[in-house]
């Protein structure tokens, strides 16, 4: 027998080539692998998208579960598809010039092409073909005279770099094709080289590549017709099967080897692209790093630097030269001096930031007095990895930040790192089932159904909840096909603020790509590509919480003056650390708008941790996330805590690293040093395994490391189970999990924010209002919150009023705080009262309302006053009256609507000026209308239409009357019931909330004007009370009491949906009062009013039920919906 | 009106979807749904969070328009000044009429009696003003209301706003200051409420008082041309029919022939003596003014339906309508007398055929996109226009049979592995030698039309020692299987 002969595929395209290609490029370079080929390229269609991840599986390629990893020879190529017709060729750069000259060439049609859709013409070809090993895929069915006239030419251009490739087609006419293709080459002079021109791995892909079709033609797959391939004959094929496809022509095989031979370029070329910082200094950059780093330390310790943190200093500056990142912290350094002296807030955080030096560089705050640095985490010195940093900002000023950065690199040689957007859950579905011609309805039902999965493999639970039987072969195959594309790249989309920066012009070193905005490039490379190929990227993030902390020390300089020591305004660094009260306040769950603690979950566990210094914080922001809850680490740490049991070590060493969490490892760093002492990992294999865990899902390889683990930590003298137990904690951290100094960054905003909630409620509110949308509550409860905190809010006024919410000086009354936050009353510092801005009204424009307060001047006198003065149209003005802002002038929100409706259409300014000046006062000669004048209730009910929140009264406490005659408890009266009581309680849904880590439980907050309370949902009761809990947004919960360390829970028995009583609200005064009228002469107690104006029996009583009826939903819907969270 | 779900009682909540501002929101429903508290306007993915089980169907606004019209064409017999209201109302000027039908009273409680009987839930006034009636009907306490004259400012006062056909936006508006009814507005001085809400509330206010006329439009007639022949004395038999569809057919010739057109659709409408009408429609292949042509096409149709076409006391009225023209094209009879007149008989045949046993009768093969032979073309009915396939043709050059046979034929046949074409056939038991092949053509089967799909096909053109092209498939590939079968499919001319 023959040996086989070797071969080389390059006609290889994978799902980068979007909705074309159906395998990722990893299977395929894995098939290559497996069928033994001596290379494999990957060339989409004109991107180099997925280069960068078959590169990476290239060199680490298992076959077997327990085989050493063996690597493939790969080459990046791309395969160049044009708009004019001439036919595809296959790219290989040689060198790294050829990668250079590839990269501009996709610019370039990047930047002529729509986005998405590059348009590439020969002339770039010409242009930028050269350091290229070519191979053409001439289309036999065109005039073999033309295609021989083009080969002819670019073989003059091209020369001996330049092949013609061919594929059997499976049309037919093979044996033509190929010697059709053979005889074409010969007469151009070029060789003949083989390919499969490959759309997928393995045969079974064909189904997905069909449905990929369909989806890029927007069509369902039997109206597809002729483009969907004939046959399953485009994947990847051993080398026999390629031998005998091609037995007569096997100098076409050998050719592929050649073609391999002749490319030597590798991704590997291009790391350490960074930035040259010029230096003040003018010192090469790891000098002036150095300068820096030990300036900020005399800063950061005035007192001397201690020996071990100098000694710290050194390793990280000596371990920063070795791999040769200097430029890269100068970079993110420059990036965010520039920031603050633009006064925008800023922290940076992630695996870098937890290096000393950069606490030195004021790149973090968190210093060494909190927590450990650890080297290896900090740079994997290893793998080559750069440093990872990213830096939050104020998310309203983010822009200046970016402006800043495109300013100082150009874009030759900064954009945005792409984001790969992927088929998920929902959009698979829906996609798919379109595709294969399902209803509207069933696919909606099938992605619809809220609460019923999100991005895992569509299963039963989803395909039940649509009414799907999962048995019914179109439902099975439904189901496969959607977890065949789950994953899959749909397009590319701009990362949010990754920003990729170098020293070379970008474009030679990735494609760039037109994003939806006009001024944003990106590159074609996602942060893993960019990790991968070690480029410098900085994220440039945006937190709202920098945003409201910025203009709560805005608003505190101003009003408050309040000074650090040293007689400068306070900042993140200065405020005054480690206060009992700020703490306190914490331990009490009073924490609505306090950074991160303030969701459900959080906030029932604060008071069973009682955090009283500054770690405490920092174990509470890591806590109360998923991977430590599956890990099962928060009982065992809170009875710990909680003293109920003592930490256990089993050996002296984990002590060490798990003493400050009482012995349950709750961060990242935590799991490597575990790994590194008790498992015998080397320190680069310990972040190999973080890398893995953050990665698993995708890559499966995080078993490896178990084994390992498990045997190392056996070895080690740890009892097995044990060592279970521990990796299965480490897994948990998979995603979710926080490194500690991510977790300490973010702890030092949760103790700002709750500081200034603290002493100072009424810049907390306004700060957070002006910061809007943000956090995790709506402006009603952050206003009823400061309420309670004993700040006065008050209504916004055309005369008053600001855009942003402003503060107006006003006496503290301790009176006024709510009885349940009595001890903040001898600590609030407060002096102002909050004046809700503009900004709070639904539907009016900053722009206008600037305009408004800039004409203002001594103050509008009447409506007609402003719509002449402010020069704003009749429609704002309307908006305002609907808002009831023209209380200053005596009008309620029903009469300056009248006057309103009464002014002309067209602005004011757009009219003649005599008849219009306010000075000569034309009276209005108009017959008298006598309005009905609005009750509170419809007041209360437009506040909420028109502003989300009223100042006036609680919706609820309309109700109180009929709800107390039915027995039910204010919420606030909940403290006083004794645990394990039955209890009923009614309010607004503000929040639904299932938190994925507890899936059978479902959490709802609602409110009435006494306060909030915290329904429990088991399972059993959402499946029997499900409409109730989904829909209602007035509801009313029958349960049982629940009461553990100062957290009150109603475990729901019974639910009803009380929204249609809310329709009493809007009736006007005079209904109201015809409606108690009959009430007490039929006596009727307890009912819905709106069923008891339907008193007589049969047809008479549609009319009134169907308008209140609609009214109630007309209210129903001006409340809440309550939002809902996983 | 709403078509009535009252199905048996436990039939399922069923809500109507409909698409709103990118957002899917109820836009009917059945009374089980509405026991479940849902509404319409409600969005459906809230809607099915609270009842996951809930049928939804997507509205087909098309069909409620037509079921409308047909409404619409059933009230003719009342009055013939029938006019469309929205998407579910119906105008009837009776001014006149009533007395035909026992006065206005008896005239309304026929109507609905009718109509409810047909299973429509619905709900009518009678009034002296359209304005009136309408907001009686839409609003008022009973489902059937005859407003007496005079009545009207009394009977509008307690309705809402909305009985007064206001434009959204100006209800909302008067809503907003705390006039909701229409009393309110009656009282109010009209200056202001003209100066802020423009003089169309005013107009609606008087229009339902009656103080200003207004006229309904009727439906504009339908068909481009009709003619019709009343007739003092009833006819029955279908001879004496078809005599007046002759005569009607020859008055609207000249009519067509001065448009230029000729009828593709024709519509025949009998009045009966006591008011039902019987509508019968007839489609043509190719537009047609030939009034003997026209009229065999109806005679077939009412041979078809005889028996169920129930003449009762006679028809007084007959009306026969062009329900849609199409240009007309002359066309030069060659010497010959050849193919043109051919096809064109033809088309008359189909149309005649079609005319007596349905639509489907006369199929006519077009062309369909699809990689397997046997579904390159499909059966539509011959009056249906054929759409040409929109994308491009068949993507291999190399031929195929213009002939294949209805089913695949089993042959014996030796070839070489994994994929070589035969090498000899045997097929109703003569052996054929193979001199000539091309091939293999791969084609895999449609995963997605059967529950079990076929296996791939490899063709092959093989040509045998005489020079008769065959073409042959095998069924499955080497290795998935181990003795593949062989078919015929089509010849080579």
């Known amino acids: 027998m023959t040996a086989v002969p070797a071969y080389a595929e390059f006609g290889v395209q994978s799902n980068f080539s979007f909705l074309r290609g159906a395998s990722r490029p990893e299977a395929l370079v894995i098939t290559a692998r497996l069928f033994d080929f001596s290379a494999v390229g990957l060339a989409d269609r004109n991107s180099v998208a997925g280069v960068v991840r078959a590169w990476v599986q290239s060199k680490h390629i298992k076959l077997t579960e327990d085989s050493e990893p063996t690597r493939i020879p790969y080459h990046p190529g791309c395969r160049l598809v044009f708009s004019d017709g001439t036919p595809d060729v296959l790219a290989y750069p040689q060198d790294r010039q050829g990668w250079a000259h590839l990269c501009r060439m996709l610019t370039a049609a990047n930047e002529r092409g729509e986005k998405g859709n590059p348009d590439l013409h020969i002339e770039d070809f010409l242009e930028w073909g050269d350091h290229m090993s070519l191979a053409i895929l001439p289309d036999f069915r065109k005039s073999a005279e033309d295609t021989l006239a083009l080969l002819r030419s670019l073989k003059n251009r091209f020369g001996r770099n330049l092949r013609l490739a061919v594929s059997p087609s499976y049309g037919g006419d093979d044996h033509w094709r190929l010697a059709q293709a053979a005889g074409m080459a010969a007469a151009a002079g070029l060789s003949l080289m083989a390919t499969n021109d490959v759309l997928y791995h393995a045969a079974e892909q064909r189904p997905l590549q069909d449905i990929l079709t369909a989806i890029r033609l927007n069509t369902t797959i039997s109206e597809a017709g002729f483009a969907l391939e004939a046959n399953a004959e485009r994947h990847m094929k051993p080398r026999e099967e390629m031998a005998r496809l091609f037995r007569h022509y096997p100098e076409a095989l050998t050719e592929t080897l050649r073609f391999a031979e002749s490319l030597t370029f590798s991704l590997g070329e291009l790391k350490h692209n960074y930035p040259d910082e010029v230096s003040e200094s003018g010192l090469p950059a790891q000098e002036e790093l150095a300068r820096l780093a030990w300036e900020g330390a005399r800063e950061r310790f005035p007192d001397g630097v201690p020996e071990a943190q100098r000694e710290l200093i050194h390793k990280e500056l000596a371990l920063i030269e070795r791999q040769n990142y200097a430029r890269y912290f100068l970079t993110v350094y420059d990036i965010m001096r520039f920031a603050r002296s633009q006064g925008i807030l800023c922290q940076g955080r992630g695996s870098a930031a937890n290096s000393l030096i950069c606490y030195c560089l004021r790149i973090t705050d968190v210093g060494p007095d909190i927590m450990d640095h650890l080297l290896e985490r900090f740079i994997s010195e290893e793998r080559g990895e750069p440093p990872d940093i990213d830096v939050d900002f104020e998310h309203q000023r983010r822009e200046e930040v970016i402006a800043y950065i495109y300013k100082k690199y150009g874009h030759k040689r900064t954009a945005l790192a792409a984001s790969v957007i992927s088929y998920r859950g929902r959009l698979a579905l829906r996609e798919v089932a379109k595709v294969l011609g399902l209803s509207e309805d069933v696919t909606s039902a099938l992605s619809g159904s809220v609460w019923g999965w999100s991005s895992e493999e569509v299963g039963e639970t989803a395909t039940k909840a649509a009414g799907l039987d999962k048995t019914d072969p179109k439902t099975k195959q439904l189901v496969e096909l959607v977890n065949g594309i789950m994953g899959f790249p749909r397009h590319l989309s701009q990362h949010v603020g990754g920003f990729v920066i170098t020293k070379d012009r970008l474009d030679e070193i990735v494609p760039i790509v037109k994003t939806a905005m006009e001024e944003r490039k990106m590159v074609e490379w996602d942060k893993d590509d960019l990790d991968n190929v070690g480029l410098l990227k900085v994220d440039v993030l945006a937190l709202g919480m920098l945003s409201c902390l910025q203009r709560a020390f805005g608003l505190l300089e101003e009003k408050y003056d309040v000074r650090d020591d040293y007689g400068r305004p306070l900042e993140l660094a200065t405020i005054p650390p480690e206060q009992k009260p700020v703490y306190d306040m914490i331990s009490r769950a009073d924490t609505i708008g306090v950074f991160q603690v303030e969701s459900r979950a959080q906030m029932s566990m604060l008071p069973r941790l009682k955090p009283k210094e500054f770690y405490d914080l920092v174990i509470e922001v890591a806590i109360v996330r998923p991977g430590p809850i599956q890990g099962d680490m928060v009982h065992p740490y809170l009875k710990r805590r909680e003293e109920k049991e003592k930490p256990e070590y089993v050996r002296p060493e984990l002590k060490a690293i798990l003493k400050k969490t009482l012995g349950v490892p709750l961060f990242q760093e935590q799991a490597m040093k575990i790994a590194i002492v008790a498992g015998g990992f080397k320190p680069a294999e310990a972040d190999r395994l973080r890398r893995a865990m953050a990665t698993f899902k995708r890559t499966g390889s995080v078993t490896d490391y178990r084994q390992k683990l498990i045997k190392g930590m056996e070895e080690n003298g740890y009892p097995r189970e044990f060592a279970e137990r521990c990796f299965r904690q480490i897994e948990g951290f998979g995603e979710y999990g926080f490194p500690e100094s991510h977790a300490a960054s973010f702890a030092l905003l949760v103790y700002a924010s709750a500081w200034f909630k603290t002493y100072y409620p009424d810049v907390f509110c306004a700060a957070i209002l002006n910061s809007q949308p943000m956090g995790f509550y709506a402006p009603a409860q952050i206003v009823r919150d400061a309420r309670e905190h004993g700040v006065e809010i008050r209504e916004v006024d055309i005369n008053s009023s600001e855009w942003d919410c402003i503060l107006e000086e006003a006496p503290f009354d301790p009176a006024r705080v709510a009885a349940q936050h009595a001890d903040m009353r001898s600590i609030i510092e407060t002096k102002h009262a909050v004046r809700l801005g503009f900004r709070q009204v639904k539907g009016l424009a900053e722009a206008d309302m600037k305009q408004l307060v800039l004409n203002r001047g001594a103050g509008y006198r009447s409506v007609r006053d402003l719509w002449l003065r402010s020069g704003l149209s009749r429609s704002v003005l309307a908006r305002l009256a609907d808002a009831d802002a023209f209380r200053s002038l005596g009008l309620d929100r029903r009469t300056a609507l009248w006057a309103v409706q009464a002014l002309d259409g067209t602005c004011a300014t757009e009219r003649l000026p005599l008849l219009d000046r306010p000075e000569i006062g034309l009276t209005e000669h108009e017959p008298e209308m006598k309005l009905p004048s609005m009750p509170l209730s419809m007041h209360v009910v437009h506040d909420y239409q028109s502003l989300s929140l009223s100042l006036k009264a609680h919706p609820v406490s309309f109700l109180r009357d009929q709800l107390a005659a039915e027995k039910i408890t204010p919420n606030a009266r909940l403290q006083n019931v004794s645990n394990g009581r039955r209890v009923s309680v009614a309010g607004l849904v503000l929040i639904r909330q299932r938190p994925g880590t507890a899936k059978n439980v479902i959490f709802m907050t609602i409110e009435d004007e006494t306060g909030v309370a915290n329904i429990v949902v088991w399972d059993r009761m959402f499946k029997r009370f499900r409409p109730q809990v989904m829909g209602a947004r007035f509801v009313r919960v029958d349960g049982k009491l629940q009461s553990a360390s100062g957290v009150i829970h109603v475990v729901a028995e019974r639910i009803t949906d009380l929204s249609a009583r809310l329709g009493t609200l809007m009736k006007e005064r005079q209904e109201q009062d015809q409606l108690a009228r009959r009430k007490e002469i039929a006596g009727i107690e307890g009912t819905t009013c709106i069923s008891s104006s339907g008193t007589s029996p049969g047809r008479e009583a549609v009319q009134p039920e169907e308008a209140g009826a609609a009214q109630s939903a007309a209210v129903a819907r001006v409340m809440p919906k309550g939002r809902n969270f996983h | ?493």
């Open chain 2, 1 to 493: 009106m709403g078509r009535n779900e009252s199905a048996p009682a436990d039939f399922p909540p069923l809500v109507i979807s409909q698409r709103e501002n990118n957002a899917l929101r109820i836009a009917a429903l059945n009374e089980q749904a509405e026991l479940l508290g849902l509404k319409p306007g409600m969005g459906i993915a809230d809607a099915r969070a609270m009842y996951p089980g809930i049928e939804v169907m997507e509205a087909d606004p098309d069909a409620d328009r037509q079921l409308l019209e047909s409404l619409a064409d059933w009230c003719d017999r009342f009055t013939p000044l029938v006019a469309l209201d929205g998407r579910d109302g119906l105008f009837l000027d009776i001014s006149g009429c009533s007395h035909l039908f026992g006065g206005e009273d008896a005239m309304l409680a026929e109507i609905i009696r009718r109509l409810t009987q047909q299973g429509f839930d619905i709900r009518a006034a009678l009034a002296s003003t359209p304005g009136m009636a309408w907001a009686s009907a839409r609003h008022s306490h009973s489902r059937d209301r005859n407003v007496p004259a005079g009545q009207e400012e009394q009977t509008l006062a307690p309705m809402p706003l909305a009985a007064l056909r206001l434009e959204e936006k100006t209800r909302t508006g008067l809503e907003r200051v705390g006039l909701r009814y229409v009393g309110a507005l009656i009282d109010a001085p009209r200056a202001p409420l003209a100066r802020r809400f423009g003089r169309m509330l005013v107009t609606r206010l008087d229009q339902a008082l009656g103080v200003v006329e207004e006229a309904i439009s009727p439906r504009l007639p339908v068909s481009p041309l009709s003619a019709e022949r009343q007739l003092a004395e009833p006819i029955g038999t279908t001879e004496e029919i078809e005599r007046l569809i002759l005569i009607l057919a020859r008055t609207l010739k000249p009519d067509l022939e001065r448009r230029g057109e000729g009828a593709r659709r024709l519509l025949l409408s009998l009045f009966r003596v006591d008011g039902v009408v019987a509508r019968i429609v007839v489609g043509t292949s190719r537009p047609l003014r030939e009034p003997t042509t026209i009229a065999k096409l109806l005679y077939e149709r009412l041979a078809a339906l005889e028996g169920s076409l129930d003449p009762g006391y006679g028809f007084d009225m007959v009306r026969l309508s062009i329900a849609v023209a199409a240009p007309f094209e002359m066309e030069q009879t060659d010497l010959a007398e050849g193919t043109s007149i051919a096809e064109e008989e033809f088309s008359l045949l189909a149309d005649r055929i079609r005319a007596r046993l349905g639509e489907e009768a006369v199929l006519v093969p077009a062309l369909a996109e699809s990689h397997l032979p046997e579904r390159r073309a499909r059966f539509v009915s011959s009056g249906k226009e054929i759409a040409r396939p929109t994308r491009t043709s068949q993507p291999m050059a190399g031929g195929r049979p213009i002939r294949l046979l209805e089913k695949p034929e089993p042959v014996e046949a030796s070839a070489e592995v994994p994929e070589g074409p035969p090498l000899s056939f045997r097929w109703r038991r003569a052996l054929y030698r193979v001199a000539r092949a091309e091939g293999p053509e791969r084609i895999a089967p449609e995963w997605w039309r059967e529950e079990k799909p076929g296996q791939t096909r490899d063709y092959f053109r093989v040509e045998d020692m005489d020079g008769r092209r065959y073409w042959l498939y095998r069924e499955g590939l080497y290795g998935e299987q181990t003795a593949p079968r062989w078919f015929l499919h089509g010849f080579f001319p």
